[in-house]
Every structure is written in C-alpha cells, then in structure tokens.
T-cell receptor
Framework: SAVISQKPSRDICQRGTSLTIQCQVDSQVTMMFWYRQQPGQSLTLIATANQGSEATYESGFVIDKFPISRPNLTFSTLTVSNMSPEDSSIYLCSVGDPGQANEQYFGPGTRLTVT | GQNIDQPTEMTATEGAIVQINCTYQTSGFNGLFWYQQHAGEAPTFLSY??LDGLEEKGRFSSFLSRSKGYSYLLLKELQMKDSASYLCAVSDSNYQLIWGAGTKLIIKP
C-alpha cells in the first residue's frame, strides 16, 4: 500500500483566512481524493483531484471555497478559503487505484480549528 | 437515494466475539469495504467483499449478501486495541465510495 503524508498535521486559524493542506504519496497513483470528517461523523467526499485537469467536486462543495491542485501523480493540495468556524474539521487525503479493487488508503489527516 | 446503515455504538467484552452489521442501498455495486478508525487517526483498510460469502482474515471476517444488501464484520477474540470505529463503505456504479456513519466499538475488560 502507498505511504501518504499530510502537512500540516493540525492548525488553528482565524476566520476569514485560508489554509493550504499538502498531500504527498510515495508512489504514483491514479486517484487522489479529499475528504472532510467532522467530529463524530463519517467521511464526506469533497472532491476527486485529477492530474492535469480541474478537480471534480461533490454536491455542496465548490472550487472557490476548496481550490485543489494536482500537479503530478504523487502530490495534491487542498485550500480551505475564507474560513469560518463551520470549517473546523479533519481533512483527509486518500489515494486509490482502479486496479486495486478500488480500496483507498488514507493520509494521517489535518485537524483544522477555526476561531 | 444512496444509504448505508450501521449501528452507532456497540459494547463487547475482551475475549468475546462481536458482529457489526451494515445494510446498504446504492446505485450500483462494485464492492463493499470495511475500515477501522482509531480515535484521532485516519481510517485503515480491513476488508473488501465483492462476491457473496465470507472472507476470513485472521481474527476478522467479513460477510456479504448482495441480494439482501447486507454485510457484517465479525471480530473474534476481542482485544482492548480493537476499540475503534468501524466504517462500512460501498463502491457504487461510478466506483465512488459511499460511507456509513461508522460504528463505535467499546471493549470492556
């Protein structure tokens, strides 16, 4: 399985500011995903990060609020823009490969608190 | 709509056996996953079922019945370290994972 790292591991930010989260994988992967997990809740998919093209966003998430980059097959960033306390959550990067039964492997997550 | 149901919380005793159920209604089916998530950590992959029947992997087994839209995760010889949330997820017709809310498993000595 791929080894995935995320930076930062946690941050406390003021409302109105933006934070960029980085996801690095130790091997080339086809699929990269960004999830949000609020306390005590399950995972909510924000978007699929596509290499070389715009990310595919899920209902309720827009590019202006959560811009995503995917410059190559091992790296992606998610920016949480113009933050509000409702954005306080854990943000998780995951990777998958259609050839591997679609299972996904997760990075350690970024715990974001917005004050 | 798409829906995955699993119990919110379960309690079991160390050394015992526990079964965590998951029922699903999705648009298409390309397999069902179980993940384990310890508090404050990322989910880790446990099992994958795409055909009916039981898949055994050490102390953990996972069962699938596609006709019933039903799966369970069976944990044997429970250890304290098994205290975690267990997430059921289904891969739909677009190969997107649809996640259940998770079952928090509490192990008592």
């Amino acid at each position: 399985s791929a080894v995935i790292s995320q930076k930062p591991s946690r941050d406390i930010c003021q409302r109105g500011t933006s934070l960029t989260i980085q996801c690095q994988v130790d091997s080339q992967v086809t699929m990269m995903f960004w999830y949000r997990q609020q306390p005590g809740q399950s995972l909510t998919l924000i978007a699929t990060a596509n290499q070389g093209s715009e990310a595919t966003y899920e209902s309720g998430f827009v590019i202006d609020k959560f811009p995503i980059s995917r410059p190559n097959l091992t790296f992606s960033t998610l920016t949480v823009s113009n933050m509000s306390p409702e954005d306080s959550s854990i943000y998780l990067c995951s990777v998958g490969d259609p050839g591997q039964a679609n299972e996904q492997y997760f990075g350690p997550g970024t715990r974001l608190t917005v004050t | 709509g798409q829906n995955i149901d699993q119990p919110t919380e379960m309690t079991a005793t160390e050394g015992a056996i526990v079964q965590i159920n998951c029922t699903y209604q999705t648009s298409g089916f390309n397999g069902l996953f179980w993940y384990q998530q310890h508090a404050g950590e990322a989910p880790t992959f446990l099992s994958y079922n795409v055909l009916d029947g039981l898949e055994e992997k050490g102390r953990f087994s996972s069962f699938l019945s596609r006709s019933k839209g039903y799966s369970y995760l069976l944990l044997k010889e429970l250890q304290m370290k098994d205290s975690a949330s267990y997430l059921c997820a289904v891969s739909d017709s677009n190969y997107q994972l649809i996640w259940g809310a998770g079952t928090k498993l509490i192990i008592k000595p």
